[in-house]
């Protein structure tokens, strides 16, 4: 920057550099820079400068862990609700989350996420307000606070998907199960270490798990962030019970290292096996679901549940409780549950059923751990496989892929998996019509993209299956006719294409008095 340039901005600059060190690890150089700067300031700059280099002081220093020294001594130079600055943002991100999650504090860790979206939404800088959104998913998912995940996940969703921030997809597709989560290369190292700890508990592939447990001890260890390293070893020590000692013995020293006394009572009581760890009691039930375990899998299309390939024998209750929380990746409340399966009921008597019902489908899986449970929310153990959400996300990987032949590998398999479901077999629960539905449109996308797939790489003939398919489900599909119109343009068959655009003219006009669409008459004139 120029020397010209106001001394507020070079400021900044300076600010943004120390803050890129810390991000990168550099904690140490970081604290000193800053040390010295404020020493500097003092005095002599603007409060909200002044602010600023404390704000970057002390997030980087709650990173390592030991930051109550510089807080008390700090404290009095941040005024956050006066000052709504970017960077204070940030910061208050940073530093008053960190300490919040340490302590187990989820209604002080949602507030601050709260006032730092507010107030970013009224600057109008969606970074911050990604960033909000992804510490507040990784918090959430560490507490097993379901409905904060998914308020969350949609935030991220929303960065990524719409606004462009590409830096936190990985962490996004590993909170929503995705087989095709992987980094994308510019995350920062804290948000590239919640995606490989999310993915170490979530994935099903127990080899592939462990891997990105190994890649969350490295990241935190780049890092320099203390108490993910610690996560990251309670993660490990699951996953290699010969090392568990090991594992718990350096969570132990890097959280006796912790300002937060909740950290090191937390692994303290882990390691004398008690059931009540504190902080870390929603990670380590989770971690007891991954020990190695019958396959179980639970099926929408074909209605039932297996386990090592056997269809277990369940009460009707039973597998719509199993159905209707498996509809969700992230969890559903419990009273939701309730009010899809006994509407009719007084909360207290629904409540009551639930409890049986549950208990009940425990026994009759023979596996405790099949569905996990906080205060007010249940969810399908990670080491569960769903088919609808494995459709759902090759389907997704495939709208990624632009070459056609690449794109109908992919779709292939989920066609063939999608055939044999019939709407009809569906079954005959009052709640589960828009379940029948997502499972209808996902076979619809998946026929039209393998069908245009087809097309563009000139199968066709294989085309033409696919559209006469859709079109026998659904006599009034525009996308299927329009499909075979085009597919029987490149055969040359002008006249039959032009037979099938007044044939589907006469269908719309007697069904729902609409006329033909005229995209569909340009198509078909323009070739004659």
Known sequence: MPPQAPTLWRSYVRNMLVGTLISGGEHERGLKLLE????????TAPVPLIEDVTGLLLM??????????????????LNYAAWPGIFQ??????????VARMAGDRSAEEAMLEDVIGRAERWGLRGQIAQAHAEGAFGAWLADDANALARHIAGVSRAVEIEGFRG????????????????????????????????????HDRKAAA???????????RASIAFLEVLARVILAAYEPEARGTHLLEARRIAAGI???????????????????????????????????????????????????????LRRREAELISAIAQHRHGVPIQRVCDLLWPDDAPEHAR???????????????????????????????????????????????????????????????????????????????????????????????????????????????ALVLANRMIERDPLDEPAHELRIRILLAQGEHASALRELRLYGTELRRELG???????????????
């Open 259 to 313: 300002d937060e006394p909740a950290v090191a009572e937390s692994i303290r009581r882990l390691r004398a096996g008690a059931a009540d760890v504190g902080i870390l009691t929603p990670l380590v039930r989770r971690l007891s679901s991954i020990a190695p375990r019958s396959q179980l899998r639970v099926s929408f299309l074909f209605g039932h549940v297996t386990k090592d390939g056997v269809t277990v024998k």
């Open 352 to 462: 009551n059923a639930f409890r049986v019902t549950l208990a009940r489908l425990r026994r009759a899986i023979g596996e405790a751990n099949v569905i996990s449970q906080s205060e007010d929310s249940v969810a399908i153990a990670p080491a569960i496989s769903v088919d609808l959400w494995e459709i759902e996300d090759d389907l997704s990987a495939a709208r990624r892929l632009t070459d056609p032949s690449q794109q109908a590998l992919r779709l292939e398999p989920l066609h063939q998996r999608l055939r044999d479901w019939e709407p009809d077999s569906a079954p005959p629960w009052e709640w589960f019509a828009p379940v029948a539905r997502r499972i209808a449109e996902t076979d619809h996308e998946v026929t039209e993209r393998l069908a245009r797939s087809y097309l563009r790489q000139g199968r066709l003939a294989d």
């Open 168 to 203: 936190f997809a990985f962490l996004l597709h590993a909170l929503e199960r995705r087989s095709d989560a992987a980094p994308w290369g510019g995350e920062e190292l804290h948000i590239l270490d919640y995606a490989h700890l999310v993915r170490s508990v979530e994935l």
């Open 36 to 43: 010295e700067r404020l020493g500097e300031l003092a005095g």
């Open 211 to 221: 891997s990105h447990a190994q890649a969350a001890l490295a990241a935190a260890q």
């Open 514 to 528: 609409i006329e033909t669409p005229r995209s569909l008459t340009s198509l078909v004139t323009s070739e004659i």
């Open 89 to 98: 943002n940030i910061h208050l991100l940073q530093y008053g989350v960190f």
């Open 60 to 77: 980087s220093a709650v990173r390592t862990g030991h930051y109550k020294d510089l807080e008390s001594r700090y404290r009095h130079r």
